[in-house]
């Protein structure tokens, strides 16, 4: 089974909302991955937790807060977003956290910020 | 950091046809190259993937090729259905993270 469960599928907030995106994988993968993808463009890396701990994050801006609660939950918590954050946010997971191992990604949330 | 070009950004081909997506690479240190399909509405899914001691891989109708000498790696579909239709992306792995390519619209015209 090589499924990446995320919830919610679509997300509607406001600027002054705060929300959380949920990833959730049962493959005993220890590398969990953020990306956001903008329509017709590839994805983009924000951050990648390997066992647990963050061990990248691309610049991303603090609005934009990760959390890896267990090796199987990943959280992506968002708070005063900006139109422009609207996109397709994808979580991905990989057996461990370097580039040299299949990383499979979730069917994402469409997020729209009003 | 790697650079990954993709070619072409869209193809058109005839139910039945073959179809061939190209990509180049910039880091010789780059040594797993995954190729995603995407559909409309859904996220990337790995549908064949390569690493820097294989020259080629088959899967039924797809295959991808690497040549590690001109830093290019290419994916290849034959008999075309119209459920291939999707954006494909390239990768190539860098020191901590997948570098995609910008993507290819493969329409498959019944």
């Known amino acids: 089974d090589t499924e990446v469960t995320q919830t919610p599928k679509h997300l509607v907030m406001g600027m002054t909302n705060k929300k959380s995106l949920k990833c959730e994988q049962h493959?005993?993968?220890?590398?969990m991955y953020w990306y956001k993808q903008k329509a017709k463009k590839p994805p983009e890396l924000m951050f990648v937790?390997?066992?647990?701990?963050?061990?990248i994050n691309e610049s991303v801006p603090s609005r934009f807060s990760p959390e890896c609660p267990n090796s199987s939950l990943l959280n992506l918590h968002l708070h005063a977003l900006q139109p422009e954050d609207s996109a397709l946010y994808l979580c991905?997971?990989?057996?461990?956290?370097?580039?040299?191992?299949?990383?499979?990604f979730g069917p994402g949330t469409r997020l729209t910020v009003t | 950091g790697e650079n990954v070009e993709q070619h072409p950004s869209t193809l058109s081909v005839q139910e039945g046809d073959s179809a061939v997506i190209k990509c180049t690479y910039s880091?010789?240190?780059?040594?797993?190259f995954p190729w995603y399909k995407q559909e409309l509405g859904k996220g990337p899914q790995l549908i064949i993937d390569?690493?820097?001691?294989?020259g080629e891989k088959k899967d039924q109708r797809i295959a991808v090729t690497l040549n590690k000498t001109a830093k290019h790696f290419s994916l290849h579909i034959t008999e075309t259905q119209p459920e291939d239709s999707a954006v494909y992306f390239c990768?190539?792995?860098?020191?901590?993270?997948?570098?995609f390519g910008t993507g290819t619209s493969l329409t498959v015209i019944p």
């Open positions: 991905a997971s990989s057996q461990v956290g370097t580039a040299n191992y299949e990383q499979y």
């Open positions: 990768a190539a792995s860098g020191s901590n993270q997948f570098y």
């Open positions: 937790y390997s066992y647990e701990k963050l061990s």
């Open positions: 880091d010789s240190a780059s040594n797993y």
């Open positions: 493959m005993g993968h220890r590398a």
């Open positions: 390569i690493r820097s001691n294989v």
